[in-house]
């Protein structure tokens, strides 16, 4: 046997008694059982846009931590995913399950294809020139997207009802004492493929596959020597990727029942994209968890926050402007984190663990 | 394709696209077009010949050059309103002293954002050279920072844009309706193409930052601290950047705090279809996307910017390192 069957073997022996398993397993239950811990709506909404949210950062990851590409557009696919939902089911009206699948479907096909278009056309020169165009084509599609009234509702956005057990008057009785509402039902459905989608992402990088973007992310010449087409290794990486995020868009589409440019293409989510995977820690795809939840938990206690400045300072209009500007910190934060903490917070976790395995 | 073939084919595109819509347009309409897009192509090249020239020197995508454009464009309506309010020089009176506020405004906006710039490059981008993706995220970090801080001091809204008094209306040339402002925004924008040129073509310092796009170790080897010179490259672009937004303000008459994150993507565009690091390049591609912008939006309104990205797709797909890529 060699070394790394070795490896992988042992690797697969501790795989039900590492503690970092069961923290899994924990956080699982956690998210199962939310609907039941917490009764009111926006702890539900907040934990929610996490799971979504961390299944975008884990696809944006793939990209970014696996790969070594970065990306600017990656929110242009959520986007697609979010507008097809939205257009089947708002603006042609075809409210059913199949319409719904296919609505995925296609939004993941047309996100593959448009992936692996910009990689063959960027990613053939410079793997910087792939940041500069998937911006412009997200701020390309932003803009499509808020222009073409007649098919996207332009800046007013598509509100839309959704079929059967989904929709939000349907009920299915209570279950330990939580009403099984459409909203309910719907939750475990994105998690359901929230987790399809997670488990997904890992066998990817860990496939022979994402071996090899580690490799090109580690030493794209040593990969070249070896004989990969590292060009093509990144298309598929990247086309993956982009597949996941419009799945994940869908989801948010399904949750939300909106979908506006704003709200759906912007390029304040992709700074929250970016954000997020900082935090959370690139390459580690559970990163993204960590990062989602800080996000999204600082952002809905903000207001509150922002209520208690205004209220300790009152009548001085700079510092109740100091406090409204959030974004400002999260920027300032940012750069903090990029200087002192690259790793984020489950990389550095992880180190921390590894130095004392070692010891 | 023979190679003295393909040194003609940026100036070929740029006539075609030139000579094009003269199969659509009127005569008149199409030397009014042609004079907007010719300015809007003069501002983007202010703006992106910074960006480019930052890329090619210090090899930094910098994302945060989109807010010093924002800042310019701020700091140009601050030091204008002040000006005018002081002197008076903004209202109905001579040309000439229009002409002048217009100037220190501009020269005002253009040395503050350098220092704003010196110190985003000092503080912020020196200690992640040599990694693209922290670079990357740095810059991302940076341009939020100084995109709220905009917010903070001047206010998220929207404000008008004074112009001075002289600048408004337009000349009737021979029955063909001219606008002022575009002209004189293409008199600037060549007179700072020149200056640029001229400094980078017959000075020491435009040698070595030239030397530096093509091969900055060497630079370094020849005894020359690089470093400096990547600040003063960072201010030049920068300053180059708020000119560019001082301007662009004035031709669309207002601002508000989220127009770099527009104008960036332009700038982008401009320095891929140019070549990174050639200034030719970028005067060129600015030229092209901005004639090109005015052409459709005036035939296909909605068509715009997607000429633009057509362009782009067109030009990586033949020239896959842009137009002039030598660095020139």
């Given at each position: 046997?060699?070394?790394v069957?070795l ?5 697969k022996?501790?795989r039900f ?5 069961f ?7 956690f998210?199962?059982?939310?609907p039941f ?12 846009k996490?799971i979504?949210f961390?299944a975008l950062?884990?696809s944006y ?19 697609i995913?979010?507008y097809?939902v939205?257009?089947f ?8 399950y199949g319409h719904l ?7 993941i096909v047309?996100s ?10 960027s990613?053939?020169i410079r793997?910087?020139?792939f940041?500069?165009v998937?911006?412009a ?8 997207s808020?222009?073409?009234?007649s098919?996207t509702?332009g800046?007013?956005?598509i509100?839309?009802k959704?079929p059967?057990?989904l ?7 209570k279950i330990l004492g ?7 039902i719907?939750?475990?459905l994105?998690?359901?493929l929230?987790?399809?989608l997670f ?6 990088v860990?496939?022979?596959?994402g ?16 004989g990969?087409?590292?060009y093509?290794f ?24 909106y ?5 759906s ?6 700074l929250?994209?970016?954000l997020m995977v900082?935090?959370g820690g ?5 990163g ?7 996000l ?9 926050l922002?209520?208690l ?11 109740i402007?100091?406090?409204?500007r ?5 920027g300032?934060?940012f750069?903090i984190?990029?200087y ?11 180190e ?8 | ?6 040194r003609?084919?940026p ?20 030397i009014?077009?042609t004079?907007?897009?010719?300015a809007?192509?003069?501002l983007l090249?202010l703006?992106s010949?910074?960006?480019s ?14 807010a010093?454009?924002?800042w310019?464009a701020?700091?140009?309506?601050t030091?204008?309103t002040?000006?005018?309010k ?6 109905p009176?001579?040309m ?13 906006a ?6 704003l710039?010196?110190?985003t490059?000092?503080?912020v981008?020196r ?6 993706l922290?670079?990357i995220?740095i810059?991302v970090g940076?341009?939020?920072?100084m995109?709220?801080?905009i917010?903070?001091v001047?206010?998220?809204n929207?404000?008008?844009m004074p112009v001075p008094?002289n600048?408004?209306g337009?000349w ?10 575009p002209?004189i ?6 007179i700072l193409?020149?200056?640029?040129f001229?400094i980078?073509?017959?000075t020491?310092?435009g040698?070595?930052v030239?030397?530096?796009?093509e091969?900055p ?18 201010a030049?672009?920068s ?5 560019g ?5 004035t ?31 970028s005067?060129?591609?600015a030229l092209?996307?901005?004639l ?5 939006a005036y035939?296909?309104p909605?068509a715009?910017?997607?000429i ?7 030009i990586?797909?033949i020239?896959p ?8």
């Amino acid at each position: 046997m060699n070394p790394v069957q070795l490896f992988r073997l042992e690797e697969k022996e501790a795989r039900f008694r590492s503690p970092s398993f069961f923290l899994r397993i924990l956080l699982l239950a956690f998210f199962v059982f939310t609907p039941f811990l917490f009764r009111s709506f926006e702890v539900l909404d907040v934990v929610l846009k996490i799971i979504i949210f961390a299944a975008l950062v884990a696809s944006y990851d793939v990209i970014l931590g696996y790969t070594g590409i970065v990306s600017l557009g990656h929110v242009l696919y959520f986007g697609i995913g979010c507008y097809f939902v939205g257009i089947f089911m708002g603006k042609l009206g075809w409210t059913s399950y199949g319409h719904l699948a296919l609505s995925f479907l296609i939004a993941i096909v047309i996100s593959g294809i448009l992936s692996v278009l910009i990689g063959l056309f960027s990613l053939r020169i410079r793997a910087i020139f792939f940041a500069m165009v998937t911006l412009a084509f997200m701020e390309f599609t932003f803009i499509l997207s808020s222009q073409w009234r007649s098919v996207t509702g332009g800046d007013d956005g598509i509100s839309f009802k959704l079929p059967g057990i989904l929709a939000i008057d349907f009920s299915f009785g209570k279950i330990l004492g939580v009403e099984f509402s459409g909203r309910i039902i719907s939750y475990y459905l994105i998690l359901l493929l929230s987790l399809f989608l997670f488990l997904l992402m890992l066998r990817f990088v860990h496939s022979p596959v994402g071996r090899v973007l580690q490799s090109i992310r580690d030493n794209e010449q040593r990969s070249i020597a070896l004989g990969y087409r590292t060009y093509l290794f990144q298309v598929i990486g990247s086309s993956f990727a982009s597949c996941v995020a419009a799945v994940t868009g869908g989801c948010f589409a399904i949750w939300v029942r909106y979908v506006s440019p704003d709200s759906s293409l912007s390029v304040s989510i992709m700074l929250d994209v970016l954000l997020m995977v900082i935090v959370g820690g690139m390459g580690t795809l559970y990163g993204g968890i960590f990062g989602a939840a800080f996000l999204m938990v600082t952002r809905a206690f903000l207001p509150k926050l922002q209520v208690l400045i205004a209220s300790l300072l009152p009548g001085i209009p700079f510092a109740i402007r100091l406090s409204e500007r959030w974004l400002f910190y999260f920027g300032l934060l940012f750069i903090i984190i990029v200087y002192f903490f690259p790793k984020g917070i489950v990389g550095t976790a992880q180190e921390i663990l590894a130095r004392r395995k070692r010891e | 394709m023979n190679p003295s073939w393909r040194r003609w084919l940026p100036t070929l595109i740029v006539f075609a696209i030139f000579l094009s819509p003269f199969l659509l347009i009127s005569p008149k309409t199409y030397i009014t077009l042609t004079i907007s897009g010719l300015a809007m192509g003069m501002l983007l090249f202010l703006v992106s010949s910074g960006f480019s020239l930052i890329f090619g020197f210090l090899s930094v995508l910098n994302l945060a050059h989109g807010a010093l454009f924002t800042w310019g464009a701020y700091i140009g309506f601050t030091a204008f309103t002040l000006i005018n309010k002081w002197t008076g020089w903004g209202g109905p009176n001579s040309m000439i002293l229009n002409i002048v506020i217009f100037l220190l405004a501009l020269i005002v906006a253009g040395l503050l954002v350098a220092v704003l710039g010196i110190i985003t490059e000092r503080l912020v981008i020196r200690p992640v050279y040599g990694s693209h993706l922290f670079q990357i995220f740095i810059t991302v970090g940076a341009m939020i920072v100084m995109e709220e801080l905009i917010r903070i001091v001047w206010g998220p809204n929207d404000e008008v844009m004074p112009v001075p008094f002289n600048f408004m209306g337009s000349w009737d040339l021979f029955d063909v309706v001219v606008s002022k402002y575009p002209l004189i925004a293409i008199v600037v924008g060549l007179i700072l193409y020149i200056v640029i040129f001229m400094i980078l073509r017959k000075t020491k310092i435009g040698t070595i930052v030239r030397a530096g796009v093509e091969n900055p170790e060497m630079v370094q080897v020849m005894g020359h601290n690089i470093y400096r010179y990547f600040t003063g490259v960072f201010a030049a672009g920068s300053a180059l950047a708020a000119i560019g937004g001082g301007m662009w303000a004035t031709f669309v008459k207002s601002i508000h705090p989220a127009m770099g994150g527009e104008i960036i993507v332009f700038a982008l565009i401009v320095a891929i279809i140019g070549g990174l690091g050639s200034m030719t390049g970028s005067v060129v591609g600015a030229l092209m996307v901005g004639l090109s912008y005015n052409y459709v939006a005036y035939l296909v309104p909605k068509a715009a910017l997607g000429i633009t990205m057509l362009l782009l797709v067109i030009i990586l797909s033949i020239r896959p390192t842009g137009l002039f890529p030598e660095g020139t």
